[in-house]
């Protein structure tokens, strides 16, 4: 059963600083995705990654993908409190059809 | 335009009593999806649907019934609710292949007492 861990859960940072969120999963996949959702909202998509050794960047995140480790960063550079929100990894298994599985999410908070 | 849109928005209903939500996608995407996410804000996938075929039903009790009447349109109905019931449920879509990101709907809180 394929296993999708996320750490830290719980992320309480300065503005200006850097951090990286990590994902670790259980079973061979090369099709990761991470997630944006706000309080209360619905999740959006932030990246999708597809191979391994991919990196895309937005703005101040960039995410990577290693296959090998079964391992994605998410790393947040020079931090703003807009980006306070929980980042939700998720990997996706052909089962006949593609199930994905969500990570538990890692709450970030970004102080002023 | 909304991309994918569900109703309602809120249910508040008694334990015992039978329930639908109704979910609707305009992206022309052929996979939709239902996710429950609890009090902890874990997400877990309860179905999905590839051009009205269900193609992942994980282990949910069967008084949890998808219904797919075309490509656009996922509902889901729930009978008999518990109070375990209680949850945000998110409808989602995607082009299949397991390629594409997900777009979500803004979710239905449900609330049973």
């Known amino acids: 059963e394929l296993k999708v861990e996320q750490n830290p859960l719980f992320l309480s940072m300065q503005e200006g600083k850097n951090y990286t969120i990590y994902c670790n999963y259980s079973t061979t996949s090369d099709r990761l995705y991470w997630y944006r959702q706000d309080p209360g909202k619905s999740l959006e998509s932030l990246f999708v990654l597809l191979s391994n050794g991919a990196v895309k960047q937005e703005g101040r995140l960039m995410a990577s993908l290693d296959t090998k480790a079964r391992l994605s960063t998410l790393h947040i550079t020079a931090a703003v409190h807009d980006l306070s929100a929980t980042y939700f990894c998720?990997?996706?298994?052909?089962?006949?059809?593609?199930?994905?599985?969500f990570g538990a999410g890692t709450r970030l908070f970004v102080k002023a | 335009d909304t991309a994918v849109s569900q109703t309602p928005k809120y249910l508040v209903t008694q334990m015992g009593n039978d329930k639908s939500i109704k979910c609707e996608q305009n992206?022309?995407?052929?996979?939709m999806y239902w996710y429950k996410q609890d009090s902890k804000k874990f997400l877990k996938i309860m179905f999905s649907?590839?051009?009205?075929?269900?193609?992942i039903n994980e282990t949910v009790p069967n008084r949890f019934s998808p219904k797919s009447p075309d490509k656009a349109h996922l509902n889901l109905h729930i009978n008999s609710l518990e109070l375990g019931d209680s949850a945000v449920y998110f409808c989602?879509?995607?082009?299949?292949?397991?390629?594409?990101?997900?777009?979500f709907g803004p979710g239905t809180r449900l609330t049973v007492t």
């Open positions: 992206l022309g995407h052929d996979t």
């Open positions: 998720a990997v996706a298994l052909n089962t006949g059809g593609f199930k994905t599985i």
């Open positions: 649907y590839n051009n009205k075929e269900l193609i």
């Open positions: 989602a879509s995607s082009y299949s292949g397991g390629a594409y990101e997900q777009y």
